[in-house]
């Protein structure tokens, strides 16, 4: 399986992106979906994630009312619509597919896949 993720760049503050990250090598019905986001110095951060099916979705606390994920099976893609970003936003985020684990235990599972990862700067 591979994850591999799209859209960051460089926005200003009060922006918005919307992140994908398509899957390739087995569909993406199988899996619960993540982000997750890491910047310099920091630990890794619990984003977002998406049930198998999309029925239930779950959100850090910083980013609750500001950053939506979605999942479209058919196209093996999952999105993250971010609104009214803030330099506390800048970060790698990354997705993650995980074959067990959802809600907020998404990647402990030891067959999660992670992409690359995509930077997203927002300059205040």
């Known amino acids: 399986v591979q994850l591999v993720e799209s859209g960051g760049g460089l926005v200003q503050a009060g922006g918005s992106l919307r992140l994908s990250c398509v899957v390739s090598g087995r569909s993406l019905r199988n899996y619960g979906m993540g982000w997750f986001r890491q910047a310099p110095g920091k630990e890794r951060e619990f984003v977002a994630a998406?049930?198998?099916?999309?029925?239930?979705?779950s959100y850090g606390d910083s980013v609750k009312g500001r950053f939506t994920i979605s999942r479209d099976d058919a196209k093996n893609t999952v999105y993250l619509q971010m609104n009214s970003l803030t330099p506390e936003d800048t970060a790698v985020y990354y997705c993650?597919?995980?074959?067990?684990?959802?809600?907020?235990?998404?990647?402990?599972?030891?067959?999660?896949?992670w992409g690359q990862g995509t930077q997203v700067t927002v300059s205040s």
């Open positions: 993650a597919a995980d074959p067990v684990y959802m809600g907020y235990d998404i990647g402990r599972d030891r067959d999660a896949c």
């Open positions: 998406s049930s198998r099916g999309g029925r239930s979705t």
